[in-house]
């Protein structure tokens, strides 16, 4: 009889260590919001970005979260992060919508599945120095809204190729020994939601995948289909000391990016009396790289990264003899102190790119030279409250261009509608300081 109570005993207490072991989905609201003032003195302070100080709303995100947990381990989530863009408009048209909508399955055994609009591993397995970066987020932040870039220089933050949070498939597989592999799938890199399904062209925003560095009008740059990320990240920690490191690669098949493509140069706009010879009749498939690599002890931590774009997503030489240039490298290191509620942090971003190659013209002169940039960022950031932040930066950059790439640039349709001011070289400095809220 005895036996009988112990085997009772212990089916009822078994059943209710699974019933409080699954958990069905519960919802999380969290988010964020930034508040910034920042000027900047530059050499070149046309196009509306003279004076200040500027003040600023700055990203402003909230992010809905139903997470559940199935007996045998299994978690599921959805999450939806709605953004702000006070005064003005995001891709969709309006002034709030959803950067991020998705859901995602994880296991110890077999790994992470996610799928829906979210980045991929190009963005969540690496650390580079751009990482390690508070304040406003530098080069990726408010800074680069207040200063004239120079025409051609890219960004130095994305690979080019990435596709940003474009509708995709993600795979993680569990870490072993300290590495892990990640795989992401995109299908077309300007389709997010409840686009057009029809693969055979862009959206008319043609948004994700899109350095405006090579192409500044997005409508017609080049996009790409069946896009793959594959990265691998090693992670070790070494108690007084630990290590990240990390590789990442991107391929896909690129289209051109507009129906009128035989009337467009370079620039992603057209001039038919100027550019006839520059008809372009395909591109070049992006074929991008990225390595990261950081270390930390203490209160210390370094890191540096690599891009490497190689030719990826630029028109393949016609028989005029043009050369599509490349589409440009940039590497960054920096390190990061922490001590108390303080963050200060140091980094140096460098991005080079070689130009096309063109003939002159009565408009603009040969062209043939490199699109350059140099920024020296340093941020401090103080943790006052539980959730509530205040920050600086100071950015000191120099940029320039061939002399006959800015007025090539500057005889396309999107700077001749805009009024838009070619920017040959600009330098000079600017700060940033504002307040974040989490919770």
């Given at each position: 009889m005895s036996k009988k109570f112990a085997f009772v005993a212990t089916a009822i207490l078994s059943s209710c260590l699974v019933a409080e072991s699954a958990q069905a989905p519960t919802l999380q609201i969290n988010g964020f919001t930034a508040m910034v003032a920042g000027g900047a003195s530059q050499q070149n302070n046309l196009n509306g970005k003279g004076g200040g100080p500027h003040l600023a709303i700055g990203a402003s995100n909230i992010f809905f979260t139903a997470k559940g947990k199935s007996a045998d381990g299994l978690q599921y989530k959805y999450r939806g992060a709605m953004e702000s863009y006070p005064g003005g408009k995001s891709t969709s048209g309006s002034p709030i919508y959803f950067t991020q909508n998705y859901?995602?399955?994880?296991?110890?055994?077999?790994?992470?599945?996610?799928?829906?609009?979210l980045t991929g591993p190009e963005d969540t397995m690496t650390e580079s120095g751009f990482n390690l970066l508070g304040g406003a987020l530098t080069i990726d932040g408010t800074f680069p809204n207040m200063v004239n870039t120079s025409e051609g220089v890219i960004s130095g933050v994305q690979m080019y190729g990435q596709t940003s949070k474009a509708?995709?498939?993600?795979?993680?597989?569990?870490?072993?020994?300290?590495?892990?592999?990640?795989?992401?799938?995109?299908?077309?890199?300007?389709?997010?939601?409840?686009a057009s399904l029809d693969n055979s062209g862009a959206s008319p925003d043609n948004t994700y995948g899109h350095e405006s560095g090579i192409y500044p009008s997005k409508g017609t740059a080049p996009y790409g289909m069946n896009n793959v990320s594959l990265g691998v990240n090693y992670k070790a920690d070494f108690k007084t000391w630990n290590m990240a490191l990390a590789a990442i690669y991107i391929q896909e098949n690129t289209k051109r990016?507009?129906?009128k493509w035989g009337e467009e140069n370079v620039s992603g706009a057209y001039d038919d009396s100027q550019l006839e010879f520059l008809k372009i009749k395909s591109v070049r498939s992006a074929r991008s790289n990225q390595f990261t690599a950081a270390v930390g002890f203490d209160?210390?931590?370094?890191?540096?990264?690599?891009?490497?774009?190689?030719?990826?997503?630029?028109?393949?030489?016609?028989?005029?003899?043009?050369?599509?240039?490349?589409?440009?490298?940039?590497w960054n290191v920096a390190g990061q102190y922490t001590v108390g509620a303080y963050q200060f942090a140091v980094g140096y971003f460098t991005t080079s790119r070689t130009l096309p190659k063109l003939p002159g013209t009565a408009n603009y002169g040969a062209v043939n030279g490199k699109a350059k940039s140099d920024v020296v960022s340093a941020t401090i950031d103080f943790n006052a409250l539980q959730g509530l932040k205040f920050f600086g930066e100071v950015d000191l950059f120099k940029m320039s261009t061939d002399k006959s790439y800015a007025k090539f640039v500057g005889t396309t349709k999107k700077y001749k509608n805009d009024s838009k001011a070619v920017t040959p070289s600009n330098s000079g400095a600017a700060v940033v300081v504002g307040t974040k809220l989490s919770f």
């Open positions: 859901i995602e399955f994880l296991h110890d055994s077999w790994g992470i599945f996610q799928v829906g609009n509708t995709k498939m993600v795979y993680y597989t569990p870490t072993f020994a300290g590495f892990q592999v990640g795989l992401a799938f995109t299908p077309n890199t300007t389709r997010y939601g409840m990016g507009s129906p209160q210390w931590r370094f890191a540096s990264g690599l891009i490497l774009n190689g030719q990826s997503r630029l028109p393949k030489t016609n028989t005029y003899g043009y050369r599509s240039g490349d589409a440009g490298k940039a």
